[in-house]
Structure formats: structure tokens, C-alpha cells
């Protein structure tokens, strides 16, 4: 078996790209089933965010797996796969554990050390178990990356400052404008990434917040976390006319399908005023064709690339030290990957001694006689089970733990010699 992963980030695809190979939560269920349904896919998760997607496969043909993502990828964006590979990479076993765990420290993001990323991979892992894409290779995979996320966040300061997309479309929105606390903010849709553009908003100096959400409900909520802050909440159908009077709008919605355009702001922005857009979303928020109006600029996530180069000296020491953590996670999951080669032995060891206990209980029992067997057979059961369970507990566990891969064998190796194991059963 092998671990792949076949996926495309900010390092290797535009957004214009990454927005059409986006799979929403919503849609996860039915690519999982999709994914399962190939023939060479035994295991499969899914890692969408908005600066990546990513594909994580067990196989046991590795060159038909890829083929078999490839192809889904190709279904799912409507792109063909001659333009769909230059953006697409691909990496085996080493460098697919390793990769994980980069993501999942923060160390692969667009803004260095980003702890949003860390959820993000914990709602795949949950996501792949609960629809069934996930079984015993990834589901370790998996805890070993969260594993080790958190030991990077709790062990280093990687994660200190401004550290996620939202943070840093503040920190571009404050460079694009003298005092923010003179701007009128608009910020469209709820979810977390507003609750954490508010966050850094507020802390920023911003004092004239709106949010606009299909919900007010929850748009009060989110206003509610900051009871000393004057924000204003208004349903979807008064978006326009927020942003008529403001400066400037932040988007982050799931919406796939752009809800701003060129049309829709050249009736509310007069000619003479000025507008700037950051739109933290993928899919797009915001329609290229906006950048044809004079008085509007608009940013996008691959917009953010001046900020994060601004961040990303002064974490590359902390960036650093976090590696070396990885390292001791990625060696804890190699010995139990490696571990994986003894299942077979260890089993067909445990199934022959659970035979031959069985026969003699009940060779046993038969000559105690009916009641007395009756009366004590539980007793009698456990006791067998126990003595065995302890004969084997000490090699099973010298066995599983031989790292030396040589070593290992030749333990297997005399282990089937000794209790003539059958080869058809290993085999199996």
C-alpha cells in the first residue's frame, strides 16, 4: 500500500484555477463516494480551503491511483487534464506524510505559521471518517498530523501575530489606506473568517463596521462578541445599499458564484468616490470584471502574497524549530507504518495459539463432566485466555517494535519456523 497525494495550493494554481476545483463541505459526501467508487482507491480524504485542494489516497497501484484522482479532478472543474496537470503535484509515501504535517503546522500556508489551517485538516479527518473515506492507514496519518499541529502551536511562536487570510487582508486594507478608523468597513457574510476580520478590524482602529448576512440573526451574533463596538447587522437584500456608504468591503461568503460584479457596483458607487474590495473567498466573491470600474480596486486571496513576504522573515527561525518537531512526528508514524509488515505474522501466530486453546478447553471440559464444566466454564475460559494473552503480549511487542527493518524479518521469519505458520494464511 501507498499514501499519495494529488493536489494544487497558492504555490502551483491562480485562484481563477483553485475556485474551480474547490470542493464545499456540502459536496464532500459525494466526492468521497466518487473517489471510493475507482477501482485502485482504498482509502481517500479531502483537504479543501481556499489556498488548496488536496486529495490524500492509499493504493496499492500507485501510476492507476494517480490516473484515477486525475481523472475525478478533471470531472469535477470541467477542466482538461493537459491544463488541468501544469497546476496539479503529486507526492508518494515520504514526501505525502511530510507534506501533512507542513499543512497541518501552518508551515505550507500562504501566511506562515496560520492556525485556521489546523481546524481545517481536523474537519477533514472528521469529514473522511464519517463518510466512510477514511479507514486504518489514514485515520493515523491523520491524528499524527494533528499530533503534530499542535505541538508546532504549543511549542514554538510560529503561530504569534497576524497569522490567518483574515489577518492579513487587514493588514493590506491598512496599507492601502491612511487611517482605517475613518473608513466606512463593510463586511459581507458571518462565518469565521468575518468573525476574525472584525477581530482584527477593531484591533486595527476600525470604528464603522456594518456586516451584511443572509442570517441577521447571525450577523447580530457575530456583532454581539464585541459589545463596546458599535457594529451594524443587515439581511442580504440591503448589501447594495451598505455598500453605497462605504469604503471599504470585505467579502467572505460561500457562495459559489460571484456576488458582486461590474454591473451591480456601477449603479451604487458614484464615478467620482472610491472603493476598495478584499475578497478572502474561493470560489471568488468578487467578478474579475469589477477591475474595469476606475473607482474601484479590488483584491483578491493572491493579493495577500505583499503582506505574508513582510511576516515571513521574522517566522523563518520559529519555521525552523517547527520542522524538527515534524521530524520526530514523521519518524513516529514511519515505525508504525513499518509496524504494518507484522500484522499478518502476529495474527496468524494469535489465530494458531486460539486454535489449539479451544481444543484443549474443550478436551478439558469434556472430562470434568457436564456440570462440573457447566459451573465453571466461564472460569476455566478466562483462565486459558489470560495465560495466552500473556505467553504472546512480550513478542508481539518486541516484534512490533524492531525498527531496524532487517531485524524485523528475520523475528517474522523465525517466528513462522518455529510455530510452522502457514504462508497461504500470511499471505492473506
Known amino acids: 500500500m501507498n499514501i499519495i497525494v494529488v493536489g494544487l495550493s ?35 480524504a479531502i483537504l479543501s480551503t481556499c489556498n488548496r485542494l488536496e486529495i490524500y489516497i492509499v493504493t496499492s497501484e500507485t501510476e492507476r491511483g494517480i490516473r484515477e484522482v486525475t481523472q475525478f479532478l478533471s ?37 506562515l505559521g496560520e492556525g485556521q489551517i489546523l481546524a481545517q485538516v481536523k474537519n477533514t479527518h472528521k469529514l473522511g471518517q464519517q463518510y466512510n473515506g477514511i479507514k486504518i492507514i489514514l485515520n493515523r496519518l491523520f491524528k499524527q498530523a494533528l499530533t503534530a499541529g499542535k505541538r508546532v502551536r504549543s511549542e514554538t511562536s510560529i503561530g ?5 487570510i483574515s489577518s492579513a487582508a487587514v493588514e493590506l486594507a491598512q496599507m492601502k489606506t491612511t487611517n482605517l478608523s475613518d473608513c466606512r468597513v463593510a463586511i459581507i457574510g458571518a462565518g469565521k473568517m468575518s468573525r476574525l476580520l472584525v477581530q482584527h478590524l477593531i484591533s486595527k482602529g476600525a470604528t464603522q463596521i456594518s456586516i451584511v448576512n443572509r442570517s441577521q440573526e447571525r450577523a447580530q451574533q457575530l456583532a454581539n462578541l464585541y459589545p463596546d463596538q458599535p457594529i451594524y447587522t443587515y439581511v442580504l437584500s440591503e448589501m447594495m445599499a451598505v455598500i453605497a456608504k462605504s469604503d471599504l468591503v470585505f467579502t467572505s461568503t460561500s ?19 472610491s472603493l476598495m474590495l478584499f475578497d478572502i473567498s474561493v470560489p471568488r466573491n468578487v467578478d474579475a470584471d469589477v477591475n474595469q470600474l476606475s473607482h474601484v480596486q479590488a483584491f483578491n486571496v493572491d493579493d495577500l502574497k505583499a ?3 513582510q511576516n515571513y522573515e521574522s517566522r523563518r527561525q520559529m519555521a525552523e524549530e517547527a520542522e524538527k518537531l515534524l521530524d520526530e512526528e514523521i519518524l513516529a508514524f514511519d515505525i508504525w507504518w513499518r509496524s504494518l509488515e507484522t500484522v499478518s505474522t502476529i495474527s496468524c501466530l494469535r489465530n494458531k495459539i486460539e486454535t489449539i486453546r479451544e481444543q484443549e478447553l474443550e478436551k478439558a471440559l ?10 465453571h466454564q466461564e472460569v476455566i475460559e478466562a483462565l486459558t485466555r489470560g495465560i495466552v494473552n500473556k505467553i504472546l503480549h512480550d513478542p508481539m511487542v518486541q516484534l512490533r517494535a524492531q525498527q531496524d527493518v532487517e531485524a524485523r524479518r528475520n523475528c517474522m521469519q523465525t517466528l513462522q519456523i518455529l510455530f510452522n505458520l502457514d504462508a497461504g494464511n500470511l499471505a492473506n
Open 10 to 44: 497558492h504555490k502551483t494554481a491562480p485562484v481563477e484555477i483553485r475556485e474551480k476545483l474547490s470542493i464545499p463541505e456540502p459536496q464532500t459526501e459525494t466526492a468521497i463516494a466518487n473517489l471510493t467508487s475507482y477501482p485502485h482507491i482504498d482509502e481517500v
Open 75 to 111: 470531472e469535477h472543474s470541467r477542466l482538461p487534464l493537459q491544463s488541468l496537470r501544469q497546476h496539479l503535484f503529486m507526492l508518494l509515501h515520504g514526501d505525502a506524510v511530510m507534506h501533512l504535517m507542513r499543512v497541518a503546522a501552518g508551515l505550507d500556508s500562504l501566511v
Open 160 to 164: 504569534t501575530g497576524a497569522v490567518s
Open 255 to 273: 457562495a459559489t458564484e460571484p456576488i458582486l460584479n461590474k454591473s451591480r457596483l456601477e449603479k451604487v458607487v458614484e464615478p467620482h468616490g
Open 307 to 309: 503582506v505574508v513576504a
Open 366 to 375: 469434556s472430562r470434568l463432566g457436564a456440570e462440573f464444566a457447566d459451573k
